[in-house]
């Protein structure tokens, strides 16, 4: 897990605490991320999930926060990456066995989808407007 200051997020994941970060854009990934995460991406990237620890601006002690990036808005980059995603956050909540924990999994991967898609929603209205 990369270890870094960063003072945004996008939400929580509440019913676990777990703060999360979208990102839509390489664009954005370069300007708001790069440094936390340490990577260099090419152009070509259509998404990644990064676990992250980092020192969230009004918390005193650093945190576990989830990096969700899609770049290309595909639902299948969508999907791919808040599968990760959940997976992490299964896997941070002691839930090994994804098979006998299904209906937590689905939920919270229909839930992760839904804020990646609702922020590329977001976006598109302003650049409309």
């Known amino acids: ?15 676990y605490e777990i703060p999360y970060m979208i990102c839509t854009s390489i664009d954005e990934f370069m300007e708001r991320y790069q440094e936390v995460v340490g990577l260099e991406l090419d152009k070509s990237t259509s998404g990644l999930c990064k676990e992250l620890s980092v020192k969230i601006k009004g918390i005193s002690d650093e945190c576990y926060c989830l990096l969700i990036c899609v770049f290309d808005h595909s639902p ?54």
Do not use: W
């Open 1 to 15: 897990m990369g270890k870094s200051k960063y003072d945004k997020i996008d939400g929580i994941i509440d019913i």
């Open 76 to 129: 299948n980059t969508i999907s791919h990456e808040c599968g990760h995603a959940a997976l992490s956050v299964m896997e941070r909540i002691g839930e090994f066995d994804v098979i006998s924990s299904q209906e937590p999994f689905c939920y919270l991967l229909g839930y992760l989808v839904d804020k990646v898609i609702d922020k590329i929603d977001k976006e598109s209205l302003l650049r409309i407007s």
